[in-house]
């Protein structure tokens, strides 16, 4: 069995978990922060049997899209913070880790 970690935009979250449930796939959602941005992602945990890690990925795929996001950014002097020019960061559609399990136990 395989755990399908996918690190996605908040926004898609909830298509991406429609479609899985559609097609037959659990998923446990949990509300993550990314630690550049530090602005709020959703991470879904999948567990799958490994023929089926390619599907999974697929409605990922599917449902997730890289956006462009403005990060503000400020520079420290001696008196304080002031403004500088903001970046452009392009935050991809999911990053996605799959993982081997070892074992899986229900109660
Ligand atoms: P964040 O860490 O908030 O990163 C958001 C986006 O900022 C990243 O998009 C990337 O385009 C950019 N970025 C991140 N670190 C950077 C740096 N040191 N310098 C310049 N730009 C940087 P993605 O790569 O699509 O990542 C989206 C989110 O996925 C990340 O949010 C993080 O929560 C997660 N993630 C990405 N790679 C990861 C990894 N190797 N391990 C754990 N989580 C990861």
């Known amino acids: 069995m395989k755990l399908v970690l996918s690190i996605v935009n908040h926004d898609d979250a909830g298509d991406v978990i429609k479609a899985l449930a559609k097609n037959g796939f659990s998923s446990t959602r949990l509300a993550t922060t990314g630690g550049f941005l530090m602005a709020g992602n959703v991470t879904l945990l999948v567990g799958v049997e490994e023929h089926l890690v390619e599907q999974v990925i697929g409605l990922i795929?599917?449902?997730c899209h890289s956006r462009k996001q403005i990060m503000p950014t400020n520079s420290e002097i001696s008196y304080g913070y002031f403004p500088s020019a903001p970046i452009e960061v392009t935050v991809?559609?999911?990053?996605?880790?799959?993982?081997d399990v070892e074992q899986?136990?229900?109660f």
């Open 92 to 99: 991809g559609g999911a990053t996605i880790f799959v993982l």
């Open 61 to 63: 795929k599917e449902y």
């Open 104 to 106: 899986v136990e229900r």
